[in-house]
Each structure stands twice: as structure tokens, then as C-alpha cells.
Nanobody
Framework: QVQLVESGGGSVPAGDSLTLSCLSS????????MGWFRQAVGKEREFVAS????????FYADSIKGRFTISKDNAKNAVYLQMNKLKPEDTAVYYC?????????????????WGQGTQVTVSS
């Protein structure tokens, strides 16, 4: 069983930055596609960003493109989400997810493992 632990959430004013981190217990982490998803109150969980097993390919939701950057450190079993120019509509619980089959990772169904989530609150 793979455990994913997110950290780095918090409450910030609009325009600020945050960096989320996710540590994986997977021995085969270097072969996993990793993704970030988020869920706001009263809304469905949605895709934010994903990164291929090697880190060479990334995908982003249109709503955050140009503001967020996903990165992966296979030596540390970690994936990060750098979030800049945060907006109130970015407020949500952010979840880290892992796809051991190395797919694009843009769909919830791609991922077999999920973290518990970390809250990000952006005030106007």
C-alpha cells in the first residue's frame, strides 16, 4: 500500500504564493505518474496538474495554467505544486495522487492512491 502525505497548505491573501509538497512511500515512485487535484466546498474534485514518471511531461488545467508549476524529485520520493498569483477561486482541499501505471494522470480514475489532502484558503 502506498501512502501519500501532503503538506504546505495554509491561508494567504490573493496574489500570494504557496508550495505544496507530497511525500510518497512507494518503492517504485520513480515509475509513477503523479497528480494534484482539488475539491472546493460543494464542488466535485477536479484535475489541477500531473507529471510523468520521468518529469519530462506535464499537464495543467486551463484555470491554473501559467500560475502553477508541478515538479517531481524521484530521489526524494516527492512531488511539488508551486502556486503563484493565488486567487480566491483557488480555495480548496488539494490532494496528491499516484498512478503506478504511468499514464497522463489527468483523470481521477487514472490514480490508484490518494493523500488525505491539505487545505488552501485564499482571501480576497
Amino acid at each position: 500500500q502506498v501512502q501519500l502525505v501532503e503538506s504546505g497548505g495554509g491561508s494567504v491573501p490573493a496574489g500570494d504564493s504557496l508550495t505544496l509538497s507530497c511525500l510518497s512511500s512507494a518503492r517504485a515512485f520513480s515509475s509513477h505518474t503523479m497528480g494534484w487535484f482539488r475539491q472546493a466546498v460543494g464542488k466535485e474534485r477536479e484535475f489541477v496538474a500531473s507529471i510523468s514518471w520521468s518529469g519530462s511531461s506535464t499537464f495543467y488545467a486551463d484555470s491554473i495554467k501559467g500560475r502553477f508549476t508541478i515538479s517531481k524529485d524521484n530521489a526524494k520520493n516527492a512531488v511539488y505544486l508551486q502556486m503563484n498569483k493565488l486567487k480566491p477561486e483557488d480555495t480548496a482541499v488539494y490532494y496528491c495522487a499516484a498512478d503506478p501505471r504511468g499514464r497522463a494522470g489527468v483523470r481521477i480514475s487514472d490514480h490508484s492512491y490518494w493523500g488525505q489532502g491539505t487545505q488552501v484558503t485564499v482571501s480576497s
